[in-house]
């Protein structure tokens, strides 16, 4: 008889199957694949675009300076890294920082849906443009609907600017940690 696989075997699976990959070539350029990492049981899911310099180097997410700022906003709503999962659309990193082409995007995009269907979150927090045109709607701007409610494929989305904006313009720090207290009320929702 058959058992059925636990959500860490299925990670493995992934996880694997990213470090494998060839599917684009962003393989070609990459130091190491950033797979994404967290609590299988989250609550809340973060995805960003694509893994920066440091990511690359270390193959975790959000470990510079914006991961920094990113630890500051979840312990402004009392929690840590390990109470969520944090993941990019395009798991290895783009020479140069730049955009992942929309090839690239297609290419990494199922196993993005693949661990948010083992994790079953309540809610997807889209940082950038990037994801929220992938999940999301591609009309989509983040500018113009961050800290709101998207419910889409039996998910709830809740679309952010990415915490590297608010490095360049500061002007975005009270914005994120905004929008981080109406996440907090948003988990704190029981029909979410």
Sequence with gaps: METLKSKVE????????????????????????????????????????????????????FVGAAGKF???????????REDVFIGNVVKCRPPGNRVPLPSEV??????????IAIIQPKVICTLGNTPLKTLVAPELSIGRVHGRVFKKGGFTFFPMYHPAAALYHNSLRDTLMEDFDKLKDLLNEKNV
């Design 106 to 115: 297609e290419a990494c995009k199922p196993y993005l849906i693949a661990q």
């Design 70 to 80: 990113l630890d500051e906003l979840l312990a402004h709503i009392e929690l840590q």
């Design 10 to 61: 299925l990670m493995n699976e992934i996880t694997e199957s990213i470090k494998n990959c060839t599917k684009c070539p962003l393989f070609r350029t990459r130091t190491i694949p950033v797979p994404g990492e967290g609590s299988l049981n989250a609550d809340v899911v973060f995805v960003g675009e694509g893994p920066g310099k440091q990511e690359d180097l270390t193959g975790h997410p």
